[in-house]
């Protein structure tokens, strides 16, 4: 069995970890599993193995993964060993290595989701979800979000349409089943959400999911998939590129909707508060004057987005002339949902 480090896992999967036992052989945080907000889960960094004192419950760092994400063993494991996040000790070698393409250039991405999109709907439902964001309908349409197709017999006619025009080998989410010779999707219920670079090219798409899991979104991916493809960490930019000022938030649908509800202000989304590959890269290509901090306001209790707050500071500053960080009323989570707010105050006070 690989040896993967327990803390990995906690950070993975942002547990609330007390930091004044950061550092120490054994960390604490409060436990997922039985709704604790005492720091009674231990996690013991050298022998990467868990233990709750309240509900008891305890074992290895796949284990917890397995728990928390709700997998069996294997998958966690699985999941576990492909993830980049993930360091897995020296000299091992995954029991099974899946066959994968390589990564299609994006013009060739963007191609092929463009037209994948414009063959998708997009559901009453999804529809309400994106306007209760304030997003307009004419900026729906526009972005081309859309709903995860489910049934088989429109998913077959979609992907034959597409493999007809397309090869699909390199775009993740689509994988080939060899042995009915043909292309297939991963998915679940949902709706798409492009992830696009400065010039509106669709790099890859997240997943909003219907059901309410702790993670929400998740990438359009087939790394899992025999002769499949791994999506990357992209950042989503929205709004005006040319802009001067820059502001940083977590999550493209977020970044859309704050983009829009503040006339188009730039912003780009990092895919995860620590998942910032490719943040220098963007920042780069924008050569913002100004960088404002946006990330979620639990900066200031989740020790793990407060770590991935600091990170993007030290990305950022030395590559703009005024970094900042916005903080707003907490009770609005995500910067999105605080403009929101002060439309719908601005509105009311018109009306
Ligand atoms: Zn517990």
């Not at 360091?87 to 099974?96: H, K, N, T």
């Not at 088989?152 to 390199?170: C, K, P, Q, V, W």
């Not at 990170?311 to 500053?317: L, M, P, T």
Request: net charge positive; hydrophobic share 35%; glycine share 8%.
């Amino acid at each position: 069995m690989a040896d993967i480090r327990i803390l990995d896992v906690a950070l993975l999967c942002r547990l609330n970890l007390d930091r004044r036992t950061l550092g120490r052989v054994e960390v604490q945080a409060n436990c997922p599993l039985c709704s604790d907000s005492g720091n009674h889960l231990y996690l013991n960094t050298e022998s990467n193995q868990f233990f709750c004192q309240r509900c008891r419950r305890g074992g290895g760092a796949v284990r917890l993964y397995a728990l928390l994400e709700k997998l069996d063993e294997r998958e966690a494991f699985q999941r576990l060993v492909n993830d980049s996040r993930i360091r897995v000790s020296e000299g091992f070698i995954p029991a099974q290595k899946i066959r994968q393409y390589e990564l299609k250039p994006l013009k060739e991405r963007h191609a092929v989701y463009l037209d994948f999109l414009t063959l998708l709907d997009l559901t009453t439902a999804h529809r309400m979800n994106l306007r209760n964001r304030g997003l307009s309908g004419d900026t729906i349409d526009g972005n081309l979000y859309k709903t995860v197709p489910l049934s088989h017999s429109s998913r077959t006619r979609i992907l034959s349409r597409l493999s007809e025009n397309y090869d699909l080998r390199g775009v993740p989410g689509f994988w080939f089943d060899e042995r009915n010779r043909v292309w297939k999707m991963t998915a679940r219920a949902g709706f798409f959400i492009p992830v696009c670079d400065s010039n509106n090219l669709i790099q890859g798409l997240q997943i909003r999911f219907d059901d309410n899991r702790k993670q929400k979104y998740c990438w359009f991916s087939s790394s899992k998939n025999e002769n499949g493809c791994g999506a990357k960490s992209w950042i989503h930019v929205a709004g005006d590129a040319r802009s001067d000022t820059l502001c940083i938030t977590e999550g493209g649908l977020k970044a859309d909707a704050a983009s829009f509800l503040s006339n188009g202000a730039l912003f780009a989304a990092v895919p995860g508060a620590n998942s910032l590959q490719f943040l220098a890269g963007v920042i780069q290509e924008l050569r913002p004057r100004k960088i404002v901090e946006c990330l979620d306001m639990d900066k200031l209790t989740n020790e793990i987005v407060r770590a991935g707050a600091e990170k993007v500071g030290q990305i950022a500053r030395p590559l703009c002339g005024e970094y900042t960080q916005f903080r707003w009323d907490t009770r609005f989570k995500g910067i999105d949902d605080y403009l929101l707010s002060r439309q719908n105050i601005l509105q009311t006070k018109a009306a």
